[in-house]
């Protein structure tokens, strides 16, 4: 299929370690967005990038959180020096102007 | 930031009965978002509603974006099993961007 999709599908990592999520978004989507969904709650908004534009980087919790994006393909979120509040899903999206998102399966994160 | 207070937070349905779950805001919203979520998915869009006033339908779903831009309910009419998930409203707000601010969430199971 050439839906969102994200690896690795699952992570468990020691508290202190980093680690990078990655997502593939919808070929020719021109933005792409990281959610965080902690356990039987909503998601909550990271970071987007819009083409060639400064990403809106309002929703990281920490310097801690950084991501990047190449073009308009792979992005990578990175944690640093992992805690156990970082346990969650992360969810990658995109979209295309007058589209709304499309997401991804997430990466369920467990830091031990 | 803006709040989305998403009712009941779980619910029990039988076959064939309506069910209702509704969002409100402490602030506007341009558009209304509907995704419903199945475990181990990342959230899948039901309805969009980009006007105050709208109501539009998706089979057995209907959404209305409230006049006030403040809330939204969606109505399942004779519901099925497959309709047992998580689902969540979404907003967005132009002047901040394309990011999505998401409700809580509603847990729609089977009566046992």
């Known amino acids: 299929g050439a839906g969102v999709s994200q690896s690795p599908s699952n992570k468990v990592t020691e508290k202190g370690k980093d680690v990078e999520l990655r997502c593939d978004p919808i070929?020719?989507?021109?933005?792409l967005y990281w959610y965080r969904q902690r356990l039987g709650q909503g998601l909550e908004f990271l970071i987007y990038?819009?083409?060639?534009?400064?990403?809106?980087k309002s929703g990281l919790p920490s310097d801690r959180f950084s991501a990047e994006r190449t073009g308009e393909s792979v992005s990578t979120l990175t944690i640093q020096r992992t805690q156990q509040e970082d346990s969650a899903v992360y969810l990658c999206a995109s979209s295309s102007p007058s589209y709304e998102q499309y997401f991804g399966p997430g990466t369920r994160l467990t830091v031990t | 930031g803006q709040q989305l207070n998403q009712s009941p937070q779980s619910m029990f349905i039988q076959e064939g009965e309506d069910v209702s779950m509704n969002c409100t805001s402490s602030s506007i919203f341009n558009t209304w978002l509907w995704y419903k979520q199945d475990p181990g998915e990342g959230p899948v869009l039901l309805i969009a509603?980009?006007?105050?006033?709208e109501l539009t339908s998706n089979g057995r779903l209907t959404a209305q974006f409230g006049i006030t831009r403040k809330d939204s309910f969606l109505n399942i009419s004779a519901s099925i099993p497959s309709d047992v998930g998580i689902y969540f409203c979404?907003?967005?707000?132009?002047?901040?961007?394309?990011?999505?601010?998401f409700g809580g969430g509603t847990r729609v199971l089977v009566k046992p």
């Open positions: 070929s020719g989507h021109t933005a």
């Open positions: 509603l980009y006007k105050a006033g």
């Open positions: 979404a907003g967005r707000y132009i002047a901040a961007g394309n990011k999505l601010t």
């Open positions: 990038f819009q083409g060639n534009s400064a990403p809106d």
